[in-house]
């Protein structure tokens, strides 16, 4: 992981403060805004996008409870960034509901996009 972006000079480098960063200035739009893009419900409430709970508690309350307060203690999570919410969805088992639809979609994409595919019976 230290060789991901060279040799570390004399600073650091944030994964996901960059990631976040790239994804403002290409102008992704907002986690409720791309969960409704791909058909899956807005979160109306912060609790809402991740309320796995691991021996009778919530598995990421206060990493949710964190970022509600960045975010200026809104009730919903309207304005928050897609990765930001999309790393919170993540359960014990994988990637949380957003991004596994969303990395679903790209395998989709790239597959029927791809005319020398095997299943494909149209490619001669």
């Known amino acids: 992981m230290e060789h991901l972006f060279g040799p570390l000079e004399f600073s650091r480098r944030d994964l996901v403060a960059i990631n976040i960063q790239r994804a403002r200035d290409h102008g992704l739009p907002d986690y409720n805004t791309v969960r409704e893009a791909y058909g899956l419900p807005r979160r109306h409430a912060w609790e809402e996008i991740n309320n796995f709970t691991l021996n009778d508690t919530l598995y990421?309350?206060?990493?949710?409870?964190?970022?509600?307060?960045?975010?200026?203690?809104?009730?919903?999570?309207?304005?928050?960034?897609?990765?930001?919410?999309?790393?919170?969805?993540?359960?014990?088992?994988?990637?949380?509901?957003?991004?596994?639809?969303?990395?679903l979609d790209q395998f989709l994409r790239i597959r029927h996009g791809d005319r020398f595919w095997f299943e494909n019976t149209n490619n001669g």
């Open 60 to 103: 990421m309350k206060e990493p949710i409870e964190n970022l509600r307060r960045v975010y200026g203690n809104t009730s919903k999570p309207d304005n928050v960034d897609l990765f930001s919410a999309g790393l919170l969805e993540t359960t014990p088992n994988g990637v949380g509901e957003t991004f596994r639809t969303i990395i």
